[in-house]
């Protein structure tokens, strides 16, 4: 009987160990070409950018012009896009909490 537990227990728990022991995923841009021998970087979550620094910084000039691209920061709090304030880590009222003493 118990060798049959603890053949029962290896079955279950073999998935959940061979899950753990895949590798990490690879996260490193890849160098690429365009169709026009342009060289650019292609990261893992879709984003692409040029090599070339004069490139890229044209490109940010052109992409910063649309509104989808004014988003803010990942780790910033508040900030509507009509015009809130952003506060970004490290100022004194980044996580304060809030105001009302009844929350408190």
Same mark, same amino acid.
Do not use: F
């Given at each position: 009987?118990?060798?049959?537990?603890?053949?029962?227990?290896?079955?279950?728990?073999?998935?959940?160990?061979? %899950? &753990?022991?895949? +590798?990490?995923?690879?996260?490193? $841009? /890849?160098? !690429?070409?365009? *169709?026009?021998?342009?060289?650019?970087? #292609?990261?893992?979550?879709?984003?692409?950018?040029?090599?070339?620094?004069?490139?890229?910084?044209?490109?940010?000039?052109? %992409? &910063?012009?649309? +509104?989808?691209?004014?988003?803010? $920061? /990942?780790? !910033?709090?508040? *900030?509507?896009?009509?015009?809130?304030? #952003?506060?970004?880590?490290?100022?004194?009222?980044?996580?304060?909490?809030?105001?009302?003493?009844?929350?408190?």
């Amino acid at each position: 009987m118990k060798a049959l537990c603890s053949i029962l227990m290896l079955a279950v728990l073999s998935p959940v160990l061979a %899950a &753990d022991a895949q +590798p990490a995923l690879e996260r490193t $841009p /890849v160098e !690429a070409v365009t *169709g026009r021998g342009e060289k650019v970087l #292609l990261h893992p979550n879709g984003r692409w950018e040029y090599v070339d620094a004069k490139k890229a910084e044209m490109a940010k000039k052109v %992409a &910063d012009q649309y +509104p989808e691209n004014r988003t803010r $920061p /990942v780790d !910033a709090q508040g *900030g509507l896009i009509a015009g809130g304030r #952003l506060i970004m880590p490290g100022e004194a009222d980044y996580n304060r909490g809030s105001l009302n003493p009844k929350l408190r």
